[in-house]
């Protein structure tokens, strides 16, 4: 398989930003007609009280700007986020697309010992539950590799024949990645991460996919960089979105 | 390949619909305090009026749900359309995914003969085209069905040594079929048929993929049928959504 | 006063919706390719399911359109809601404002006894909160009166003398009825209502103003008897939208 | 009239912004996997192509954060905008109003020579239309002076009895000032410009009330300021928004 790169994490960088904290603040405070920047602590509060009561507009007074790459399922994940959203990705119907294709690493769990509507994706907790874990990724690595190969042999042997991108990559798994812009506001970004982040101390536990929960853990890990005040009130709050 | 269901077409269903031709004409005549019905020729006047003076509320206050089943590279397309779209779509992560793929009809060119930008996918015009067109074709249909059959031979086997679905269908190409409701407006409707639907005489000509055009024209047709004077007047205003 | 209109509620009707309980079911089942229709109890869980679960789209496969009458500073609050929301309002450019006022009744509250960040609009609560009360409404009656019936007069006048009507109406109050048709969805509205509605019992109490309120549960009354079970449930769930 | 300010102009400030044309480019490239910075002609030239094709989204990985003080019947305008603008305003409820109020500068035409559908605000063609203009403009100043002052001495009268904020405003007239905050991105901007300025060479001509294009004025100045290159190339668009 000397062609295709295997990777098993997504890329995240934060291009941009605009706003701070203290803006998210300047721009609650025209609610009262008041235009005077207060101490660090003053913001910090009115920032928890926004989020407590659901006062969400002052959070879309900012912006930030990611390139995220990750499998194509992830990203089918991804764009169902419609509000305070913005994509550009990279096209299969102008491009011939990297031969860059996801297996999961070993720790990613294999197998869901619950149900749908209530998974159990975890950690073996017993010697048999190891195994069939160890043992379903053998089985997972050898038939994702040949599918991958495979499909990318029939999408290159296409193209040779010059047969038209957008119909060549009908075959291609939904397992090979892509590549986008994403345009989002604090107030979109805590509505995701809400939804696509499993945290067991929030308020409503959400259950998201394993690779759409490393894309939000970094995008996560940005907001917390760029927007701290606003981020420590979203955890506090119970990772509820205002 | 006896498992695989091959097909060419999406299916498009209307399910349900609220409001007529005469019910927007209503929603336009609040803006002068005026409630009473008129004939269907004045309606047939201010409809044109409103397309072309580009006063699109008063086609929200209508709405078309449908039932989709098309290609994940279609569902792809369309789930990019964010405003007035509605989506609910069957889940990899919770259930099986039907064995129902994509393999284009021998009418479908194969062939770009322009430029991405300046794509030209024109049914054959010579000879020598035709000859190219059939031969692309041959190689699609070989390079395709093989490229289908392992990765479902791979996702099956996955699947019987207990790996979550979640993960086995990482190989699924994105050729597989899907499934979905899709509820939108006549004014959001509108906007993704001039984006979608290739149209010589449009104001604005679009270049959308085959694929997702087949799904607009069915999409469009029930569009005429339940708002035949909004229908008529878009058209005559060359695809320009208000 | 003899030719101003005075009111005290707003006016809701419901024209029109699309969809029930059941189908919000049918559409939530796409997720497990599941077309079934099934008991009303089995319908009951998994709305309640959805609800909780923060499964909001399948919400959205249904839509309910209103007629709405109430004063212009309540619809500057409902032209907030951008999302899911449509709006079309009679117009002060193209018509004559029909001479309809707001006036609160008696039971209205005059008087903040809180603050801003807390407000308490109580019912008064001993003789001297209710003598307050009293007095305040007797003040506010008159000088409501005499500020109407000024400015519909500067409004008349100009009108008579050629102004037009679009600079004409810039001297008319908040207080004045305006009139539009509002098409949502259950999901919209749930969102809606949880900010417009106060109930002691929610998860999250918010504190909407008095009139808008008025709105709300005349639209909540309706929504209860359109999608009976989608209701229960959204109350059951301490009035958190999905 | 000690206690009123009048004004006749909308304040608007650009506070801040997110973005370049080269970065809006950068965005565009995705879609062909090229992440090169090219040279102010070819963006120009890829900007262009973006307009006239309706290729919306790259235009929305920016951001434009404004001030903005006008009177409150321009914001209810303005507030119709609901996709890609974020606003915050003062709140009537939790502030007391500034004695901010708008009366038109004497160029601005008081009469509609035309009708409601296909107005005529003309500049005076003849003595008499200009002595028609003189005349309601003195009328109008009178009339809106008078009931200003008398609205304005409610409010007061209201509040100094007590009176919670929210009922006492709901005498204060639409032509009162209101302040806000209003975030957008340049795809949002280009289409609320295309409908609230007023452009003989624009393809579609839209005749938007003369108050709020005095702020769409101000706005497209710091947008061809901050985004030349999208300016210009809306501009040779015939304004049509992508």
Redesign the interface.
Known sequence: MTDLTILDVPQVDLL????SDS?IC???R????NFERKSAEVDQKLIN?LLK??HG??F????M?FYVSA???T??EF??H??G???????????EL?AEF?I?NIV?????FGT??HPD?RVPQTPAETH?QE??YA??VE??S???E??W???K??LE???????????????IYS???V?C?PRSLMNFL??RIEDEKAA?V?HP?YEIQQVAKKMEFEFMRSFPMTYKAYIDNGRVAP
Chains 1, 2, 3, 4 share one sequence.
């Open positions: 941009d930003y605009m706003g803006e300047d721009a609650a025209v609610s009262t007609n009280y009561n659901k507009t002052p879309e007074h900012a912006a700007k499998p194509i399922f990203f089918r764009h169902r419609r509000i959203f913005s994509y550009n990705e990279m096209s299969g119907r102008y491009t990297p996801y999961p990613r769990p294999m197998i869901n749908s509507a994706y069939q043992h379903a089985v997972m038939n994702v040949i599918a991958y495979e499909a042999k029939s999408y042997c296409m024949a010059g047969i038209a991108k957008e119909v060549a990559r009908i075959v291609l798994p939904v397992g590549r986008m812009y345009t506001n809400s939804l409503h959400s996919q």
